[in-house]
């Protein structure tokens, strides 16, 4: 989404002042340090510098928003993840998927933790389609973790015993406990040392 032209007309008639995309990403913020039920309209308008009935015309309501910002943190800060998933060997995937969780996680400028573990780990009824939605975008992570271990079991880069379930289902775990872990407080050059003891742990499918 790219800044929105002032001349275009708002679903009220009236012509948007303000960067669209601009005002998403301080949403994502939001979200991201507040989680879904945490951030309220007041604390989303406030950090996007419009008004609620802006908010509505160019974005939707609150799920709907959510949605638009979690698409932005996963071109954004979480677009290592495609980057992992296309590199040549399943051990440079993992190298760099368990990589891009620490420095996202740490992320200097923004909060600690990972947007798609924290949004809605626990939610109310309110909170339920966010929570919904997060949980299918950790599973398509997952899912696309095992379709490329499954890809690297074909090729022969992993052996032939391997389960590519498990193995995604194991790096997802310890990406997601990363997340965690820099919400409570962990630095970037600890973190990095976990990443560093689960590779070790690779060794024997070299």
């Known amino acids: 989404m790219g800044a929105v032209d002032v001349t275009r007309k708002s679903a009220l008639g009236r012509p948007r002042s303000f960067d669209a995309d601009e005002a998403l990403g301080r949403a994502m913020v939001v979200f991201w340090e507040q989680g879904y039920e945490g951030a309220s309209l007041t604390d989303l308008t406030s950090a996007m510098g419009i008004t609620k009935t802006s908010m509505y015309a160019a974005f939707g309501n609150k799920e709907e928003l959510f949605r638009k910002a979690l698409r932005r943190y996963a071109e954004g800060p979480a677009s290592y993840v495609a980057e992992a998933l296309a590199r040549p ?15 996202t996680s740490t992320r200097p400028g923004c909060p600690a933790g990972c947007l798609s573990v924290q949004g809605s780990l626990a939610a109310g009824e309110a909170g339920r389609p966010a929570r919904d939605v997060l949980i299918a975008w950790r599973e398509e992570c997952r899912a696309y973790l095992r379709d490329r271990f499954r890809r690297a079991v074909d090729e022969g880069d992993l052996p032939p015993d391997t389960d590519p379930e498990l193995l995604a289902r194991y790096v997802m775990t310890v990406a997601n406990g990363i997340a965690v872990q820099a919400a409570g407080g962990a630095g970037r050059d600890e973190l990095r040392q976990v990443a560093d003891l689960a590779m070790r742990n690779w060794q024997p499918v070299r």
Request: glycine share 6%; charged share 20%.
């Open 89 to 103: 060997t399943a051990l440079e995937v993992v190298e760099a998927f368990l990589t891009g969780a620490v420095e």
